[in-house]
């Protein structure tokens, strides 16, 4: 019997595509620090580089867990499973053909 | 005696001009469905032109007057008051200096 990569007690993360993400969704996932410090180091790594924990953001696992389902459902972010880690990349070029210079802007602001 | 033009049971609203506004709070305001359709309705007005019973919003006077206070420490309009009327304007140059494009993004977005 071969040991399965994924986890087996952990349901794939779903996905909304950018395409499918409101106006408001988008706006909303984008105004808290928490999830802006996430897409900004997401914005400055290599795809899938990043897992789960290796954020600098003063949170528990829940809170966390929670905010990375909000940029999910946003279609801010993906998310797949490399054994018992959850690696990340920003989908930047998807999102940005949906809500064109949003991203950009948020990334371009140095004050939060 | 000369009748007040102002309602003297009224303070003036307290304003915040854009250039003091944090990236989240401008975010924030905006990811809201109410609030947006008061800043697409000032922008196709003519300044001071709305009173703030002159949105077509499906909000109580108490909520409506939330959201006027979120949109104004947001740095997004200006209000005065001319008797017993408050008028309203969006403050698009300025909040354009502060974060640009993003306001222009959010009305330019025909889905909310």
Redesign the interface.
Same mark, same amino acid.
């Given at each position: 019997m071969t040991k399965a990569r994924t986890n087996p007690g952990r349901p794939p993360a779903a996905h909304v595509h950018p395409r499918d993400v409101? =106006?408001?969704t988008a706006?909303?996932a =984008?105004?808290?620090?928490v999830r802006?410090v996430i897409v900004r180091e997401l914005a400055s790594s290599t795809d899938w580089d990043r897992t789960c924990g290796s954020f600098d953001v003063p949170v528990g696992k829940a809170a966390l867990s929670h905010h990375f389902t909000v940029l999910r459902e946003a279609g801010l972010i993906e998310q797949r499973d490399e054994g018992a880690r959850r690696v990340n990349r920003l989908r930047r070029e998807e999102f940005g053909d949906r809500?064109?210079? =949003?991203l950009d802007? @948020?990334l371009s602001?140095e004050? @939060?």
């Amino acid at each position: 019997m071969t040991k399965a990569r994924t986890n087996p007690g952990r349901p794939p993360a779903a996905h909304v595509h950018p395409r499918d993400v409101r =106006l408001i969704t988008a706006l909303t996932a =984008l105004a808290d620090p928490v999830r802006l410090v996430i897409v900004r180091e997401l914005a400055s790594s290599t795809d899938w580089d990043r897992t789960c924990g290796s954020f600098d953001v003063p949170v528990g696992k829940a809170a966390l867990s929670h905010h990375f389902t909000v940029l999910r459902e946003a279609g801010l972010i993906e998310q797949r499973d490399e054994g018992a880690r959850r690696v990340n990349r920003l989908r930047r070029e998807e999102f940005g053909d949906r809500f064109p210079g =949003l991203l950009d802007f @948020v990334l371009s602001e140095e004050r @939060v």
